[in-house]
Every structure is written in C-alpha cells, then in structure tokens.
C-alpha cells in the first residue's frame, strides 16, 4: 500500500505546533515541535491496517473515510493501492465549522 499525503494535511498538523509552540513559548521546546508533528505524520501510515476507516463526523470531510489515530483525525481516500490523505485535524479541533454570513 502506497500513501500520499496531500500538503494541506502536512499544513495542518504543522499549523498546529507552531502554534501550541507560539503560546507556551518558554516551555515548548523545538526539539518536541518537530517530534511532535514527525508523530502525528507517522500515524498516518497505520492507516487501513492498525487504524480503522469510519464514516466522516463532519460535513467538510463528506465523501472521504476518516480515521483516528492519537489526537489526530485523517479524510483520506484509496485510489487503487494508494491511500491519498487530504486532510488532518486535532481531537481538540474536530467541530463543525459556524457558517459566516
């Protein structure tokens, strides 16, 4: 099995640390930003073997399976013998986004 992470998903987790890293600057290390986001990309790739598909519980990732490793949720599809993972978003993040008007 192949996997191709898409750069929105590799954005995402980034995003994340740099900004956990920006708000508890004098007590999160550079060291745990990088293991922390190298964790969150690795779990990718239990993807369809240890981690499970399950049906999407947000409306943005309608028409993708989503899987949960960690505090890290994935939208991902499988073209083939490829696993294509399109998006990521934190335990903490997982709402439905308010509609603007």
Not at 14 to 34: D, G, I, M, P, Q
Request: hydrophobic share 35%; glycine share 2%.
């Amino acid at each position: 099995m192949r996997y191709v992470l898409k750069k929105r998903c590799l954005q995402k987790v980034a995003r994340f640390y740099h900004n956990v890293s920006k708000k508890y600057k004098h007590t999160y290390s550079e060291e745990l930003l990088h293991q922390n986001i190298d964790n969150a990309i690795n779990s990718v790739f239990q993807i369809e073997h240890t981690i499970l598909r399950r049906e999407p519980t947000i409306k943005r990732w309608e028409g993708y399976y989503m899987a949960h490793a960690g505090k890290w949720y994935f939208a991902y599809t499988i073209e083939g013998e490829k696993i294509v993972v399109h998006d990521a978003c934190h335990a903490q993040n997982m709402h439905e986004e308010e509609e603007k008007e």
